[in-house]
């Protein structure tokens, strides 16, 4: 499955994200490390669709600040076909 990820950061920089694609925004739970005392974010896009898009992540932390990072693109690629299987020749 695709994802957007984010490098590690501080966990206490991040409560969640909110991730902007296309201009839609969702919010995302922080992937927590305890032990590494780091989150990031690790987003599912596989309900996006297929196609180019813009997308942008900010860190929100307790207290509501957080910028969003510098707008990037990324392509979601069409599902490849899936051949022989269940097929007898």
């Known amino acids: 499955m695709p994802y957007l ?3 590690p950061i501080p966990q206490n920089e991040a409560d969640h994200f909110l991730v902007d694609i296309d201009g839609t925004i969702i919010a995302v739970d922080a ?4 032990d590494a005392g780091t989150c990031r974010l690790h ?4 309900g996006v ?3 180019s898009h813009t997308a942008k992540i900010a860190a929100v932390n307790m207290w509501g600040d957080g ?3 510098d707008p990037f693109d990324f392509t979601k690629e069409l599902p ?3 051949s022989g ?3 007898e020749v």
């Open 5 to 7: 990820i984010c490098d």
């Open 31 to 34: 992937e927590r490390d305890n």
């Open 67 to 69: 910028a969003y990072s």
């Open 49 to 51: 669709s297929p196609g």
């Open 80 to 82: 490849g076909q899936v």
């Open 43 to 46: 987003y599912d896009v596989s």
């Open 85 to 87: 299987v269940g097929l």
